[in-house]
Each structure stands twice: as C-alpha cells, then as structure tokens.
C-alpha cells in the first residue's frame, strides 16, 4: 500500500523502488540497451545549480533566506497574483488555504473527485467532511452540472460548504468562470489546486489565480520541480503574512519563543528554493515541449478507433502535463490494464488516471455528485483512462518506440 502511493505520488521514485536504481539513470531491460521511459521525470535546466551554489557559498542553508524571497516573487510575477508563499509542499499549501478560510471541524467542504489523494486530505486535517464532485465529459474537470446540485441540496439542508477545493487536472484548467459563478452565489470561497496546472491558462489569467487561493506543487513528477515543495498563491496579503507565520511553527514577536497558536514546519528551504528559481527560467520551454509530446501521440494514434484523447478545452491553454487519453475496449480490441502491461513489459512506465475519491476505501462514504444523475463521467474515465510517458525531456526516437508498442498492441 505504502509503495502504491508513492508510485502515484513520484513517478521517478516509482521507478526507484521497482527497479532498485536513481531516478532518470539508465536501467536497461537485459539485451535491449535502452532506458527505462518515465512518466514524467524530472528535468533540470542550466540555473539550477548557480542558485544552490550561491546558497551554500553565503551560508544560507535554512528555510528562509534570499532564494525563497526571490522564488516567492519570481512565481507571483510569473502569475500575475500579488503575493506568493514558499512551502514544503502543494499538500500543505491547501492545508493552509482551508485554515485560512475557516475551515473547522464539522464543515462541509466541496472538492473533485478525480485528483489525487492530496487535494482531499488537508479537508480531512481541518477534521471538516469531503463533499464529492464528478467531472464533465468535456474537461475532464468538476462539473458545473454535478457543482449546481452539491450547492441547492447543501442550501436546502441548511448546511452551505465552507470552502470549495478546485483541482486543474493533467494540465488544463477547470472551467473556472461558470464554476466561480456559481460558488460565488453561494458565497462559497475557491482553492484552486493547481498543482498540475502551472503555466496553463484559463480565460487570459495564469491558471492558479482565479480562486481565492491557488497552490502548486513542485514534486518531482510535476512539470517544474523542486524535488518537494510548493507555493501558496492569493491576491490578499494579509493571508498570505498569516501562512508565512503559521508555516514556521507560529512564532509570536518575543525575544523568547512564544506560541499563541498552532503552527506547522510548512517552509520551502532556500536550497530548494534555488532550484524553483531555475526550473521557473525554464518553464515556458517545458510547457511548450510536453505539448510537443502530446501533438506527437495525438498524431501516431488520434485516428485510432476506440482511442480518445482528453480535450484542450476553449477557455485557455493546457500544458499537457500529462498526456492522457481513453481506450474503449469494445472499439479498440484491448483495455488500458493490457496497455499498461504490454508497455511495462518493454520497460516503458504507464499509469492509469487517478482512481476517483468517491471510489477510494478511504473517502468512499462521502457525498458524491455524479455529473447527471447515474452517469458518472470520471467512473469511466478511470476505467478507460490511460496517462502515457510526458516528460518535457522525452526524446523523439524514445516517444516513437512507446508509439510503436502502442500501435502493435492495437492491431493498427
Ligand atoms: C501533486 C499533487 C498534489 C500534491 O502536491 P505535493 O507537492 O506532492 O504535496 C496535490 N494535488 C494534485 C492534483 C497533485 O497532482
């Protein structure tokens, strides 16, 4: 159990505990010469280690110092929101965010369900209850439909949620303007987690600052890392001091050490910080290659029967962290489980789609609103739902021999 989660948390540590070696070092299948291809690895860029060097050469080698300014305010010009704050993760990035909107204990708190375990977590800290919200066909995303029906049975209950979390799938942004529209008439504040999606766009503004706070997460499999970390976004600064204090255990001013409050070891290290600062240089070049990536597989394999891949919707730009795609077996003649193991067979690493919450022993019980009522879109999509290696630094003649795997296994 514990080594599944990490396989979905970090692919390149996924890799490490299958096949005993480093992340991104070659590991070949015996007889073939050929590296194992990742889902999405980690992909350093030339600033990197200037950054770091400078932290070591001044001595800053602690969970503050001028990286972490710097990065805070690199990241908050890069998104155009006010403010930034450097933490140790995207995790604990929400946790703060509900706390800072008054998420308590007996809340209720809107979230999607296909994500990953972390968007739902933090609602669990704050001791509030998940509420479950399917995607649409269309995005791939929370339904707009399924987010109307969660609002009017919460107001007819008399129990409105307390905050909703907003997760941008894969790359692309929710559809953030009906879905604020909506929340806003309830008066219901947004998180946005948009630990996949930096560097997308959604309706002209950087995907991320559209909600009351918006996280990302610079883990090793996201498309700029720090190896771990992340960044709490938000145009309110009084918030964002707040985060900052309660990030270094909530230390009051007193010569002494003083607590009022309960606080968290939450802050982004100025080593780590140093490597945001670089891979930040290098993020436009990243989204730019994973939609290379994905422009490649659409073309070797859009034509295919059975095969769909998820759609870049209208309002904005996906950065196709991950290219993703659904296989119907009834068309295609093969299920995505048979994928996965064909691929793995030639040392090729493949995942399905985020198994939803509402799905997950853990968050099983809670609330769930299906997109209509019996249709649930992201039921199918983790049935079908395939994720295929989308590392920015995927080389074209590696991209072709996962293609040629895929288009034997289809009969095309
Ligand atoms: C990676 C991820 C997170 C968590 O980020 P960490 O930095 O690993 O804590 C949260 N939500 C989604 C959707 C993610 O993909």
Known sequence: MAVQLQTHASPARAAQLQTGTAPGTADSLPGTGRSRILLSPPHIGEEEQKFVREAFETNWIAPLGPNVDAFEAELAAYTGSKGAVALSSGTAGIHEALRLLGVGPGDRVLCSSLTFVASVNPIAYQGAEPVLIDSDEATWNMSPAALERALAESKREGRLPKAAVVVNLYGQSADMLPLLELLDAYGVPVVEDAAESLGATCSGKSSGTLGRFGVYSFNGNKIITTSGGGMLVSDDMEALEKARFWATQARDQAPHYQHSEVGYNYRMSNILAGVGRGQLRVLDERVNARR?????????????????????????RSTRWLTALTVDPAAAGVTTEELIARLAAENVESRPVWKPMHLQPLYGKCAYYPHEEGVSVSDRLFEQGLCLPSGSSLSESDQDFVIGILLHALNA
């Open 292 to 316: 290379a990536v994905f422009d490649r597989y659409r073309e070797a394999l859009g034509g295919i029967e059975g095969i769909a891949f998820m759609p870049e919707a209208p309002y904005g």
